[in-house]
C-alpha cells in the first residue's frame, strides 16, 4: 500500500479507541479462541486425528498457534495495542502490564515451536510431492519433541484459560 501513513495511524486510533471499549465485542472474540480446544486428554496424553486421511496427526495450527495468535489479538485490542506479529503484540502486552515478561517469554518460546513444528511439516511434504497442510504426524517426533508439544499444548491452554478468566467466561468452558 502506498500512501500517508498518518491516515493509518488516524484508523487504527479510531477503532481502538472504540473496540478497547466495546467489553461484548471483546468477550465475544476471546470466547471464539476457546472454542478451539487444545487437545490434551486425561494425563497429558496428546488427542490426534483417530480417522480419515489425517489419522494419528495433530492439527498443530487448530491445536495452538490459532489460540495464542488470536488470545494476543484480543488482550492487544483491550489495551490498545496495535503492533502486527504475535511476538510483537505479546512484547507490548509486558509493556502495558497486561503480561509479565515470563509469561511473554514463555508463550512466545510455544509459539515458535509449535510454528516450526509446523513449517518442518510443509517442508517434508511438499520434499515428498505432497500437498502442504497444518497436520503432524506424532509418531515422526521422538520422545523429547512429544515431551515438548505436551508442554506447549499445556502453555496455550493455560493461556486460554487466563484468557477466560480475564473477560469472565468460565461458564463457556
Do not use: C
Not at 488427542?47 to 489425517?54: A, I
Not at 495452538?64 to 511476538?87: D, H, M, N, P, Y
Not at 521422538?142 to 515438548?148: H, S, T
Not at 499445556?154 to 484468557?163: A, D, I, K, P
Amino acid at each position: 500500500l502506498y500512501g500517508d501513513p498518518s491516515l493509518e495511524q488516524s484508523l487504527k486510533t479510531h477503532i481502538s479507541d472504540h473496540l478497547r471499549h466495546n467489553s461484548a465485542f471483546l468477550a465475544w472474540t476471546a470466547a471464539n479462541v476457546l472454542s478451539f480446544k487444545v487437545p490434551l486428554g486425561l494425563f497429558g496424553k496428546i488427542k490426534v486425528e483417530k480417522k480419515g486421511k489425517h489419522r494419528g496427526a495433530l492439527d498443530i495450527k487448530k491445536a495452538g498457534i490459532f489460540a495464542i495468535t488470536e488470545s494476543a489479538k484480543v488482550l492487544a485490542l483491550e489495551a490498545g495495542v496495535w503492533q502486527s506479529g504475535t511476538r510483537e503484540r505479546l512484547q507490548m502486552l509486558v509493556e502495558k502490564g497486561v503480561i509479565n515478561q515470563q509469561k511473554s517469554e514463555s508463550l512466545k518460546a510455544t509459539f515458535d515451536f509449535l510454528v516450526h513444528h509446523r513449517l518442518s511439516s510443509q517442508v517434508a511434504k511438499i520434499r515428498a510431492g505432497q500437498e502442504p497442510n497444518n497436520y503432524v504426524l506424532l509418531n515422526e517426533l521422538n520422545r523429547m519433541e512429544i515431551g515438548r508439544m505436551r508442554l506447549a499444548l499445556e502453555e496455550v491452554r493455560s493461556f486460554q484459560e487466563s484468557l477466560s478468566m480475564q473477560f469472565n467466561l468460565s461458564h463457556l468452558r
